[in-house]
């Protein structure tokens, strides 16, 4: 029983670098209508940004950190600005062929500048320390990060329940030409949340890295965050943190129970099976436009 | 308080607006009829700077100032609002929420909230209906929300595009009286409706128009009076001549 337990708790710590890339999907899901592959090397190039003024300038952590935030934020921006918005006449397909292409420049430039050998990220807290609550054993990081996704999830929430930007969010993804009527400048918005995803990339990207740095280290990540964010419909932040613990959680208990080999292969199979049962993902709320 | 001077409007290469030409004075309605195609919602699109890069040619000044192809948002702020065709409401917000929407370009939160209220006693209804999804409403009850959202901005000249589409006699009744009773508020008025008899019970005075172009213009009483107006808009048959007869008279009359 205890066996099980820590399957679970380690499940939902390693589910919650995915639920952070696919809350940040979804965000940019919600608005824009395109599922951003470009997300991971936001959040790749944010997290070797903090490296890289650690390391040359020797700034604290704590100093870095707004920095590579303020970096994510603005590189968020600016490929929006730059190229997403030069897209005339977008459709979905080409959206898509634009991200992954964005994603290749930066996965490539990060490659060039600090080659593809692991690296070391000064941390506050060690990956090797561990807390133990009863018998069951979490990593202080893994903690953390579990803290961070639920706080992150709450203030996205408020922030899109209560606030003058949230509803202008919410009304430019509805309906932009009505957005605008209201006087809502739809371009400024869609610009800031680029921006406010790539921060939460980022702060995955940043809560991954004292484990694992490398240039491709976003890749898993990313891709069952996108995984998470389909399961809980693509446009629901709570179902994208859900859908990433679930996603975490079976994984482990099939890599614990069944087999290691195939545990990262698992996540994609069980998408593809609630894709096929529920195609609407397993937490969306069902509205049908009325004719 | 709008003057639009000669505008012309293009889709790629369709011309839909054709040198059209329109002054309203303030606190006037002006009610623009025509038949499907004949070019009024864009003509509508083109004030509020909808469609990109247009107008082609002419000008459109709102209180004494140029708005052609200035922002939709920049256009907003200046003090006109509009009710598109087809309601446009944000179907997954609240009732609420969309009127909050309709306010964003305001700050003092005591006003906008009484402003809302202010819509709840227009349209009782919504005041029930406060906390439900704008897309589970009806039609008509969607359309009184497009119409309280566009007052939320507190607008100088409201602009609606066909607000009786699809409605029942009945909720016909009931919106153009709202319409009244914002215009004896204030607010300025250009009604586009296929709905000939009530527009032009409403407005001071009206156009006709056709094919992209203004083809006949008056006060609401030399409208209703003109024969051509009677047999096509208001559905009134002269017996003396069949349809197809009416129809070759009537462009020879307007061209
Ligand atoms: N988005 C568009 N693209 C191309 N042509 C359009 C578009 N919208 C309208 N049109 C054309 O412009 C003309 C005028 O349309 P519209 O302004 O909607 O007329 P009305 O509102 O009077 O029914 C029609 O011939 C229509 O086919
Ligand atoms: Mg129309």
Redesign the pocket.
């Known amino acids: 029983m205890i066996d099980f337990i820590q399957t679970i708790v380690s499940g939902i710590a390693a589910g919650s670098s995915y639920a952070l890339m696919g809350l940040a999907m979804v965000l940019i899901y919600k608005t824009s209508e395109v599922p951003n592959f470009a997300q991971g090397e936001l959040a790749l190039a944010a997290s070797f940004f903090a490296y890289m003024i650690m390391e040359s300038f020797g700034l604290s952590f704590f100093l870095a950190l707004p920095c590579a935030l303020s970096f994510a934020f603005l590189l968020g921006c600016f490929l929006e600005f730059l190229v997403l918005r030069r897209a005339k006449t977008p459709n979905i397909l080409s959206m898509i062929v634009i991200t992954i292409g964005l994603e290749m420049i930066l996965l490539g430039l990060v490659s060039w500048k600090f080659g593809a050998d692991q690296k070391t990220m000064p941390f506050p807290i060690s990956p090797y320390d561990s807390m133990a609550i009863g018998n069951i054993f979490i990593s202080t990081l893994e903690l953390v990060t579990v803290f961070v996704v639920l706080a992150i999830m709450a203030a996205l929430y408020l922030l899109l329940r209560f606030s003058k930007m949230g509803l202008a969010m919410k009304a430019t993804q509805q309906n932009t030409m009505a957005a605008r009527l209201m006087g809502i400048r739809a371009n400024r918005v869609l610009n800031l949340t680029w921006g406010l995803s790539s921060v939460v990339g980022a702060i995955a990207g940043l809560l991954i890295a004292p484990t694992l740095m490398h240039p491709y280290m976003m890749w898993d990540p990313l891709l069952k965050g996108f995984a998470a964010a389909v399961m809980g419909g693509m446009t629901s932040l709570p179902g994208a943190v859900s859908g990433a613990f679930l996603l975490g959680i079976i994984e482990n208990i099939f890599g614990t129970y069944i087999s290691i080999e195939f545990k990262a292969v698992v996540a994609f199979a069980i998408i593809v099976i609630i894709l096929c049962i529920k195609p609407s993902g397993l937490f969306a709320r069902h509205y049908v436009k009325k004719v | 308080m709008l003057n639009i001077k000669n505008i012309e409007t293009y ?1 790629d290469l ?1 011309c ?1 607006v054709r040198g059209v030409s329109l002054r309203v004075e303030a606190k006037s309605i002006t009610a623009i009829l ?1 038949n ?7 003509l509508l699109k083109t004030i509020m700077g909808l469609i990109e890069d247009q107008p082609d040619k002419g000008t459109i000044e709102f209180c004494g100032e140029a708005i052609d192809r200035k922002d939709t948002e920049e256009i907003v702020r200046r003090g006109i609002s509009f009710v598109p ?1 087809g309601r446009e409401v944000f179907e997954e917000l609240t009732v609420r929420e969309n009127l909050l929407a309709g306010a964003f370009i305001r700050k003092n939160r005591n006003r906008i909230d009484g402003d809302i209220n202010t819509v709840y006693t227009y349209f009782p209804i919504l005041g029930k209906r406060r906390n439900q999804w704008a897309g589970t409403l009806s039609g008509g009850e969607q359309q009184m929300l497009a119409i309280g959202r566009a007052l939320m901005s507190r607008p100088k000249l409201m602009l609606l595009d066909e607000p009786s589409l699809g409605l029942s006699p009945v909720l016909v009744k009931e919106i153009f009286s709202i319409i009244k009773t914002i215009h004896a508020d204030g607010v300025t008025i250009i009604l586009v409706e296929q709905n000939a008899k009530m527009a032009l019970s409403l407005a001071d005075t009206g156009y006709i ?1 056709e094919n992209g172009r203004f083809v006949l213009a008056g006060t609401s009483a030399e409208l209703m009076d003109d024969e051509n107006v009677q047999e096509f808009y208001l559905g009134v048959r002269s017996d003396t001549s069949s349809k197809g007869y009416q129809r070759w008279k009537r462009k020879k009359v307007w061209r």
């Open positions: 889709y369709i839909a025509g499907n195609g004949a070019g009024k919602s864009t065709e128009m």
